[in-house]
């Protein structure tokens, strides 16, 4: 896994086509990772980030309290290890240990990098008064890598009750705007 | 084009994998339609959308002001016209005639379904209060209709500056949640 770090101003291309990502948290050493496709962007640079966290998540108190989380973007050959992330909770199980993710050091926060996501966002919680309503959090992308070896990931999209669409080709128009 | 009534519980599906959409308002009787990228699920039933739209876009005061839309989901074929909607504005040009769009009576807003999309959902405004600061809308969806014949929607996902990923197979796997 070899992760560069990527400009800021591109981060909105990684996200707004919708892709599951794998959140993850930490706090007193022990770090969790969950399964999210409520995410929208909300700004490009610096780039914010839009998520919706249920309390009924052990993430969601980590969140809250540390206001720190990474938003990793797994591929398809990371399916069934996505899935089972969301199939387990971390208040019982140790998710790294379970389905063989590597968590790796960040840079500006303390939760882990998922070694085999092809993308990271270090991410920092800047509001949360949507949190109690809606469980809506504002994040902010303080830093961002990616594997630069992969030209046209393969990304999952979740089409509801555990059918996942695989990124298919690439189409290229001459769009005026971003 | 045929498209059926569509269970609310069952909205989030569409939404959720983030393809682009169509967004149509109307007030005085003009209507305009604008793709759209930045949008995420907030709840299931009844659905709640979340959606980021610039005042820089004709369609914002429409939206503010009348507090209702229709999103609607086009497919690969229609990739041109989505494009084109970007690329042009409504306060200058009618981009139902300009790319022949049809638009169609929707049953509880003023603004017109899609009818070349396979899907439309029928949305009133119901939070402004993050529209000063981030331009982030919330909706909820009040009817949504699907086009029953269109079994696995080739949907377009933006990956940024005009490269489109069109939806390719789906995978299904045993998720114990939505």
Redesign the interface.
């Given at each position: 896994m070899h992760k560069r770090k990527f400009p800021l101003s591109?981060v909105?291309?990684l996200l707004?086509?919708?892709?599951v990502v794998l959140v993850t948290t930490a706090r007193k050493g022990r770090a969790n990772v969950m399964p999210m496709?409520?995410?929208?962007?909300?700004?490009f640079e610096p780039p914010?980030v839009?998520?919706?966290v249920s309390d009924r998540n052990h993430s969601f108190a980590t969140l809250k309290a540390t206001r720190e989380c990474v938003i990793n973007i797994p591929t398809?050959e990371l399916?069934?290890k996505v899935?089972g992330c969301?199939?387990t909770s971390g208040r019982r199980v140790d998710k790294f240990a379970r389905f063989g993710l590597t968590a790796m050091p960040a840079s500006r926060v303390a939760a882990p990098l998922v070694g085999e996501c092809y993308a990271s966002l270090e991410c920092r919680v800047v509001d949360t008064?949507?949190v109690e309503k809606?469980?809506?959090f504002?994040l902010e992308v303080l830093a961002a890598w990616v594997d630069p070896s992969r030209k046209a990931p393969?990304?999952?999209?979740?089409?509801?009750?555990?059918?996942?669409?695989?990124?298919?080709?690439?189409?290229?128009?001459?769009?005026?705007?971003?």
């Open positions: 591109r909105y291309g707004e086509s919708g892709p496709s409520w995410h929208t962007m909300m700004e914010r839009g998520c919706i398809v399916a069934e899935v969301g199939n008064r949507f809606y469980g809506f504002v393969r990304t999952l999209h979740h089409r509801g009750r555990g059918r996942f669409m695989v990124a298919g080709r690439t189409l290229k128009l001459p769009s005026k705007k971003a």
